[in-house]
């Protein structure tokens, strides 16, 4: 058994990764190609047929302009708004959680043990016409006597920015967790003042959590369609609710898969230029300090 | 009487809202977190809480009375122990699947340095960034192309097919730590590459295997998206709760959640108090 495994010794990572990477091919990068060629082809369900038919491409886009706007706009605002809440609580965490860190971390995960659907059906009671939030805001008048908070877009930006909270958290955690202590000691030692050594030396250190929470936020909010469809109203509807009744009331394939194809570039084409901001700016000037 | 005061007052008054300043500038911190993590439970607590309560019509949304009824008859309501059931099976099928497969491409990616090794990387990263409608779609294409009916066994191979990812990454940070002296010891001791690998290496890495099977169980179980597309008749948990968000939602609905997240919890519990007697002891 030995000398099989010296003789074949170049084989074995391979034979290792052909099981789970073949899963990946067949079942990832397959249904991406019939995607794609589901964007370029023409016809009535069941029967597509292919045909370079780019102007799926357009029609989407036109067609559904205000979803894609919209779409990115509440995915940004979500993912700015989760990155405030986050920040300050992972700092704390991995600075003042002492042998506690592993216990705070684990309440932080722990709400999101609850299924997806069923905490944003909380929400919905909570931010219910009856309930206690949309009262407060009647008596301080921040709301009309008859506004609401359920169906309106602030309803489904919360929603978002909560769910995909530990997608924020954790890497941050992460980031902030490995700073060395003395680093930011040493910042004091040389006068400088708690909110200079913060943005010299911890902020810098802790942009690599930054961006990987941003990356794992942003993402799955831009195609989401779940907090439109049950905190919000067709008013509210983005590009994932499109997407998701072209595909499963409509059966409009060809159009429905074009918008995928375009919300994952525009997507890309996002991350691509935040990396750059954040890479070639803030990540250098980071290192000079 | 009162003329005579100020300046006494000023004297004391100063160091005194410099100390309270002080103390907000020292505990602003722990405020914010505390309330962040309120923030965290406040719909968990209103799902718990709800879960007692008496509905008088067919959706749970406002409170109408304690009752224990909903906790003494859970799966009274049609069609939710069969939902329940499914999520299971497809979690505890898809987790054993998908952590041999991320496991062993773990090995590779970690232990030899081989021709394509970038382009591996690569796969196992995109779907991670790719949004879970797209991929929920694109299979759906695939099934309809390849004629396949969908049903449990679609979800299952979707299932499979996002877990892996997730599996390699947590097995491979487990690796990356991993002392490989001990394994040039069990072979300098005479044992083969299969006995020092199931003797040595397994052992070592089995907290991570552990790990990633949690994970993938877990996001197997809460999958709404994929399943969503590609479920065909069968019906799992959170389909359950999607198709009862329209209709009607039961109170059974907050039980079962509330019992799921009961157990995670303290089966997380258990692992970090396990962690930190075993980290004492070392």
């Known amino acids: ?289 | 009487m009162t003329a005579a005061t100020p300046a006494v007052e000023l004297t004391t008054r100063l160091p005194a809202t410099t100390r309270a300043w002080r103390f907000v500038r020292r505990h602003v911190l722990d405020v914010y977190a505390l309330l962040a993590l309120a923030y965290l439970f406040l719909p968990i607590g209103i799902v718990v809480a709800f879960s007692f309560n008496n509905p008088l019509g067919r959706f749970n949304y406002t409170w109408q009375g304690f009752t224990f009824t909903n906790w003494t008859h859970p799966l009274s309501y049609p069609g939710l122990g069969g939902a329940i059931r499914v999520s299971i099976e497809i979690a505890l099928l898809s987790a054993l699947v998908s952590t041999l497969l991320g496991t062993l491409i773990a090995l590779a990616l970690v232990r030899y340095t081989f021709r394509g090794s970038a382009t591996t990387n690569l796969l196992i990263f995109i779907p991670m960034t790719t949004p879970e409608i797209v991929m929920g779609a694109s299979l759906l294409t695939l099934f309809l192309n390849w004629k396949i009916p969908q049903g449990f066994g679609t979800i299952l191979i979707a299932h499979i097919m996002f877990n892996i990812s997730y599996v390699v990454v947590t097995v491979r940070a487990r690796l990356v730590g991993f002392d490989r002296h001990l394994e040039e010891a069990a072979m300098d001791l005479g044992a083969n590459e299969l006995v020092t690998f199931w003797r040595v290496t397994l052992p070592l890495i089995a907290p991570g295997i552990l790990a990633a099977s949690l994970l993938a169980f877990a996001l197997s179980i809460d999958d709404f998206v994929i399943t969503y597309f590609n479920a065909g008749t069968v019906t799992t948990f959170p389909l359950f709760v999607w198709g009862a968000a329209r209709v009607a939602v039961p109170p059974q609905i907050n039980v079962v959640g509330t019992a799921i997240f009961a157990i995670a919890v303290l089966g997380m519990l258990a692992n970090i108090l396990v962690q930190n007697r075993r980290a004492k002891r070392a």
């Open chain 1, 1 to 289: 058994m030995g000398r099989f495994f010296h003789r074949t010794r170049w084989a074995t990572p391979y034979a290792l990764l052909t099981p789970g990477t073949a899963w990946l091919v067949v079942f990832f990068v397959v249904p991406m190609a019939y995607l794609a060629k589901m964007a370029l082809s023409q016809g009535l369900f069941p029967l597509f047929s292919f045909g370079w038919a780019w102007s799926n491409f357009s029609d989407a886009v036109s067609a559904y302009r205000t979803q894609f706007v919209r779409s990115l706009e509440y995915a940004g605002i979500a993912t700015v708004a989760a990155l405030l809440i986050s920040y300050p609580l992972a700092y704390w965490i991995a600075f003042r959680g002492g042998r506690w860190k592993n216990l705070f971390l684990l309440l932080v995960i722990a709400p999101f043990f609850v299924t997806y659907l069923i905490r944003t059906l909380a929400w919905e009671t909570i931010l219910s016409d009856g309930g206690p939030v949309v009262a407060v805001l009647r008596d301080v008048h921040v709301l009309g006597a008859d506004g609401r908070l359920l169906a309106t877009s602030a309803a489904v930006i919360a929603g978002i920015t909560y769910n995909f909270l530990p997608f924020m958290v954790l890497p941050l955690y992460v980031s902030l967790e490995q700073i060395d202590g003395r680093l930011i000691e040493a910042a004091g030692d040389l006068y400088s003042n708690p909110v200079v050594s913060f943005s010299r030396v911890t902020l810098p250190l802790s942009l690599p959590g930054v961006f990987a929470g941003v990356l794992l936020t942003f993402i799955p909010a831009a195609g989401d369609f779940i907090n439109a469809q049950l905190l919000g109203t067709p008013q509210q509807y983005m590009i994932g609710n499109v997407i998701q009744s072209q595909f499963l009331s409509l059966r409009n394939y060809p159009t429905a898969a074009a918008l995928s194809f375009v919300l994952m570039g525009a997507i890309l084409v996002l991350v691509l230029i935040f990396a750059r901001i954040l890479g070639t700016d803030r990540l250098t000037a980071g290192a000079a300090a």
